[in-house]
C-alpha cells in the first residue's frame, strides 16, 4: 500500500489509486459558529466513508445529475454500513453550505465539504484546469469509497460534464 502523503508542493501528482491511504488535507464547512476546518483524517479514520468529487457547486451536472444520484442511494449506503458520504468541491464553504442546502442534499445527509484552496484535490491528482468556463484548479468528477482513510473502491470520470460511473448507483455497486 503507497501512501499519497504530498499536499502538491510544486509538482503534478499522479492520481490517487485503490490502496492508497488518503492524504490528510484540512477542508472547511460551516460550522454553529462560522467556517471551521476538519481533517480528512478525522473523517476518515476507522470509519467506512463514500467520497465524491465534482467540478463545482451550482453547475449543470453537479446539480441536476451528481448531487442527487448520492441522495436518492444515501438509505442503501446506509444500509451497507457506510458512515458518511461526503460532497468535495473546489469552493468556499459558504457557497458549499449554501448549496447543499439549495439542492436537499444536506438534509439528505450529506455532507458538503470546500476544498477551497484545492488542496485534498490537487493531493489525489484530482486537479485540472478549463481557462474557457472559468475553471481553475477544479476537481476531475469521481467517486470513492475508503475504509480507515485506504481507498478502496475509485471511480473518475473521463469528462467532466459526464456522470455516469462516478454517481452514487455506481458506486453503491461496487462496494
Known sequence: MRENKNLN??????????????????LLRIGAE???SVSMDSLTKGRKVAIFGLPGAYTGVCTSAHVPSFMRTKADF?????????????????????????????????????????EFTKAIGMDFDAPPVGFQSRSKRYAMYAEDGVVTVLQAEESPGVCETSGGEALLASI
Do not use: H
Open 9 to 26: 508542493q510544486g509538482m503534478k501528482l499522479m492520481p490517487i489509486s485503490v490502496g492508497d491511504t488518503l492524504p490528510n488535507a484540512d
Open 78 to 118: 446506509d444500509a451497507k454500513g457506510v458512515d458518511e458520504i461526503i460532497c468535495v468541491s473546489v469552493n468556499d464553504p459558504f457557497v458549499m453550505a449554501a448549496w447543499g442546502d439549495s439542492t436537499g442534499g444536506a438534509e439528505a445527509g450529506i455532507t458538503f465539504l470546500g476544498d477551497a484552496a484545492a
Open 34 to 36: 462560522g467556517p471551521e
